[in-house]
């Protein structure tokens, strides 16, 4: 059981690049989400997913895009990079539901740099 | 809605002490996460938890749902448990959405 795996951990990309962060687990979970980190602030919520084919907005959703194929897979594109994209991103997963049996498990992370 | 204050931001403590870190937010919730990350380190679910008291070695979380006020308790701590220390929480009417607090930065000194 792997869990949540991200794809790649480090990435260095020029202002204007494109590309795709991967996210995967193997829990059959129905959740997943995508966070960055900044210093100083909390996780924010990039977008989320209730399950395949379904996806919404999170809090700072500007400059990425997400879709959900499967239950297992949830790549989040960065479409044009720009230097305020330089952050660690986080995905997560969990069941669906309310209460405290559905806690989030995350993957490991992925430090951009965008130059 | 992200009204998540995790206090201090910032502790500094002798390996041995008893430390605690303190988390509160201002609307209904249905269930408050408890996360340890470590420099450079992925995060790590440490509790989860809607009422009570939870234990797991020498850590121990308490939430007082009428104050909207959880708390994480190490003790007897150890360098090793040097880490931020993240609070989350997921709002009745938000789904399984979480908010989370800025985190406390713990560092324990042999």
């Known amino acids: 059981n792997a869990g949540v795996t991200q794809t790649p951990k480090f990435q260095v990309l020029k202002t204007g690049q494109s590309m795709t962060l991967q996210c995967a687990q193997d829990m059959n979970h129905e959740y997943m989400s995508w966070y960055r980190q900044d210093p100083g602030m909390g996780l924010r919520l990039i977008h989320y997913?209730?399950?395949?084919?379904?996806?919404d907005q999170g809090e700072v959703p500007n400059g990425y895009n997400v879709s959900r194929s499967t239950t297992e897979d949830f790549p989040l594109r960065l479409l044009s990079a720009a230097p305020s994209q330089t952050s660690v991103y986080f995905c997560a997963s969990s069941y669906s539901g309310q209460g405290p049996s559905y806690e989030q498990y995350f993957g490991p992370g992925t430090r951009l740099t965008v130059t | 809605k992200n009204e998540v204050e995790q206090s201090p931001q910032n502790l500094t403590a002798q390996e041995g002490e008893f430390i605690t870190i303190n988390c509160s937010y201002s609307v209904g919730i249905s269930a408050l996460h408890w996360l340890q990350q470590h420099p450079g380190g992925g995060i790590v679910s440490l509790f989860m938890?809607?009422?009570g008291k939870k234990k797991h070695g020498r850590l121990i979380a308490t939430i007082n749902i009428q104050e909207k006020h959880s708390s994480l308790h190490i003790t007897a701590s150890h360098p090793r448990d040097s880490a931020v220390y993240i609070c989350a929480v997921r709002y009745w009417d938000t789904g399984n959405q979480f908010y989370f607090g800025t985190g406390t930065s713990l560092t324990v000194i042999p």
């Open positions: 938890l809607s009422s």
């Open positions: 997913s209730v399950g395949a084919g379904i996806t």
